[in-house]
């Protein structure tokens, strides 16, 4: 997947989210795009390849279980935030369900 075919995945699953759910906006998070959820991010894309969830749980070890899967670490400080995984395009076709999952933690459904 090109980075360009990446960032209208999740531009897709990002303007989806916002037209089903009216607590959601399209805003920025470290200077990436990101899904905001009652006020609180959710989601974003990073790197120009990947996606970040915040998840918890089942949800979080699935992520992690994927292949190039790993921890987000906005500052590339070796401090990485535990509930957020960045999973890149590769698994894009995961995106939309785990953008859900992450709405849904983050918004307490």
Request: one cysteine or more; glycine letters at 8%; charged letters at 25%.
């Amino acid at each position: 997947m090109t980075d360009t075919e990446a960032q209208e995945r999740y531009d897709d699953i990002a303007h989806e989210l916002a037209a089903t759910h009216s607590d959601v906006e399209l805003r920025k998070l470290f200077s990436m795009p990101a899904i905001y959820v009652k006020g609180k991010a959710c989601a974003g894309f990073t790197q120009g390849t990947e996606m970040v969830f915040k998840l918890s749980g089942a949800a979080r070890a699935e992520a992690l279980n994927l292949a190039g899967a790993h921890l987000f670490d906005p500052g590339g400080m070796d401090r990485p935030m535990k509930e957020w995984v960045v999973v890149p395009a590769a698994h894009a076709s995961e995106w939309p369900r785990l953008a859900e999952l992450a709405l849904a933690y983050v918004a307490g459904r």
